[in-house]
């Protein structure tokens, strides 16, 4: 469960439409759209049209600046739960210290 945007705070997160999962093999460059930034998703594959390469896009998401680097403290946290070296986590502590440190510096 989150506790965003109340810490401490069991929240419960609802499924109120059936929703499927979505693979992405990579990310475009973040897009800025006034004060929110855009990320699309996307599937490399191949252009079914002449076979060369292509990427599809799968999906868009919209936050603000300081949302979507709180999803990717979350992604790194993730994937720093499958690791056990400390180079991972010394990365990770590193993002997290990004994070916190005054709006100027990002």
């Known amino acids: ?6 810490p401490g705070v069991e929240i ?3 499924e109120p439409l059936a929703l499927v999962d979505t693979f992405v093999t990579s990310a475009l460059p ?3 759209i006034g004060d929110n930034m855009r990320l699309l998703l996307v599937v490399s ?3 079914i049209h002449d076979k ?4 599809s896009l799968v999906a868009k998401l919209v936050g603000s ?3 979507m680097l ?4 979350a992604i790194v946290r993730g994937c720093d739960t499958i690791r056990t070296d400390a180079s991972a986590t010394e990365v990770a502590n590193a993002f997290l210290e ?3 440190a005054p709006a100027g510096r990002h």
């Open 65 to 67: 600046r300081s949302d």
């Open 52 to 55: 060369s390469p292509e990427n």
């Open 12 to 14: 419960p997160t609802v």
């Open 30 to 32: 973040l897009q800025a």
């Open 1 to 6: 469960m989150s506790t965003a945007p109340f």
């Open 98 to 100: 990004f994070l916190d």
């Open 45 to 47: 594959g191949r252009s």
């Open 70 to 73: 709180k999803i990717a403290a």
